[in-house]
């Protein structure tokens, strides 16, 4: 899942601070940019571990969009940061599903263009999640 970070600006005396708009609680921070995006991953892991221990819901990922022009939000640095999600999710079960040749077209010429669905699987499970969290 690709997750939205806003980055505050750090300086020679202050770290560059991440936040994680969608999933409260989670910050991070580094000396450096580069540092910041990758160790707000781990800041991420780690969140997601700990919902999914206590049995909670595995926020999903919004659109950039959303976001950047939250005035709260205001004058951050954006990127998203992509976090494998899988294993908080519980076991994948194989299931049988009968769709339109129509609709399976359409999904795969959306599967692989970009680097949020890789699968068939990975596509419908998101638009599964989307509508159980609506």
């Known amino acids: 899942m690709l997750y939205p970070i806003a980055i505050e600006r750090g300086s020679d005396t202050e770290a560059f601070g991440v936040t994680v708009p969608d999933i409260p609680g989670c910050f991070s921070a580094g000396d450096t940019l580069e540092e910041a995006i990758e160790n707000v991953k781990e800041a991420i892991s780690g969140h997601l571990e700990i919902l999914a221990e206590d049995g909670e819901e595995i926020p999903l990922a919004s659109e950039l969009v959303k976001f950047v022009d939250d005035p709260k939000y205001k004058g951050m640095i954006w990127a998203v940061t992509e976090v494998d ?26 599967v692989g263009k970009g680097k949020r669905y890789t699968t068939r699987s990975a596509f419908l499970a998101a638009g599964a999640e989307k509508l159980l969290h609506a």
């Open 85 to 110: 999600v899988s294993r908080y999710l519980g076991k994948p079960e194989k299931i049988n599903v009968t769709l339109p040749s129509r609709l399976i077209r359409k999904i795969d010429e959306n």
